[in-house]
């Protein structure tokens, strides 16, 4: 597909560009239960076909890690939004998008599917993301928006 998604984060700071696999109606969004999801209100897609681009203007971007510490939560440095997640996998970087902190075209009005993830080791975790997740590129430049 030749559908491009741009999105950025509250100030700018931080742009996305999702090139997803299929139409937007057909990719997930996922709800996820932990505690930094939820008071963030954050609603998350990724599809394994499509390709996630995160641009982050110099020194813009943080990465914060809890939990399992297997996870690089992309937070913009400047307004606080929680950009999207990334993490090393076997297959490379891999990660979701947050839809509506970047307030992503095409998701509008959809009843996201409520995850819980509590139970999961390291492992599975790692294996059920390389499966669901997306390729993800991050770079620090000027966004061009």
């Not at 930094?36 to 996630?52: K, Q």
């Not at 809890?66 to 990660?95: H, N, R, W």
């Not at 993830?117 to 928006?145: F, G, H, K, N």
Request: glycine residues 8%; neutral net charge.
């Amino acid at each position: 597909m030749t559908t491009q998604l741009a999105g950025h984060c509250h100030c700018r700071s931080v742009r996305v560009i999702l090139e997803p696999g299929r139409p937007v109606a057909e990719l997930p969004l996922r709800a996820c239960q932990c505690s930094f999801c939820r008071t963030r209100g954050a609603l998350t897609t990724s599809d394994p076909a499509a390709h996630l681009f995160v641009e982050a203007a110099p020194g813009s971007l943080n990465r914060y890690r809890f939990g399992q510490k297997i996870t690089d939560f992309l937070l913009c440095a400047e307004c606080g939004t929680y950009v999207a997640a990334v993490s090393e996998t076997p297959a490379g970087v891999m990660g979701v998008v947050n839809v509506r902190g970047v307030d992503l075209a095409g998701f509008e009005g959809r009843t996201p599917d409520p995850m819980i993830y509590d139970e999961e080791t390291a492992d599975q975790r790692l294996a059920r993301r390389q499966d669901r997740w997306m390729p993800v590129v991050v770079v620090e430049v000027q966004p061009s928006i």
